[in-house]
């Protein structure tokens, strides 16, 4: 069992950068692949990006791709979500999820865990 608690969203303006947190509880999470998703209002939940076990390998969908960046460090069972260049597009709420495999995947229904999730608001 994991259990994910997010943090680290607000409101910031167009152009501006937040950096997301979630921290895994159990001994294990080094064991897990850790993703973060995103919901916008009347929106499907959608893929923004992954880290294999390590933290070396990364995924993310090309919306995002050269302005976010996905970290973990599992001595502190935790991953992190740092957001650049945030457009008012990018607003949602934002979720960290894992699978107990070396795999990612961009389909939510392949996570095992979901943390509550943290709003993030850009405005223009």
């Known amino acids: 069992q994991v259990q994910l608690v997010e943090s680290g969203g607000g409101l910031v303006q167009a152009g501006g950068s937040l950096r997301l947190s979630c921290a895994a509880s159990?001994?294990?999470?080094?064991?897990?692949?850790a993703s973060w998703f995103r919901q916008g209002l009347g929106k499907e939940r959608e893929f923004v990006a992954a880290?294999?076990?390590?933290?070396?390998?990364?995924h993310y969908a090309d919306s995002v791709k050269g302005r976010f960046a996905i970290s973990r460090d599992n001595a502190k069972n935790t991953v992190y979500l740092q957001m650049n260049s945030l457009k008012p597009e990018d607003t949602a709420i934002y979720y960290c999820?894992?699978?107990?495999?070396?795999?990612?995947?961009?389909?939510?229904?392949?996570?095992?865990?979901w943390g509550q999730g943290t709003q993030v608001t850009v405005s223009s």
């Open positions: 159990g001994r294990t999470f080094s064991s897990y692949t």
């Open positions: 880290s294999d076990r390590s933290g070396y390998i990364t």
């Open positions: 999820a894992t699978i107990n495999a070396n795999y990612y995947a961009t389909s939510p229904g392949n996570y095992d865990y």
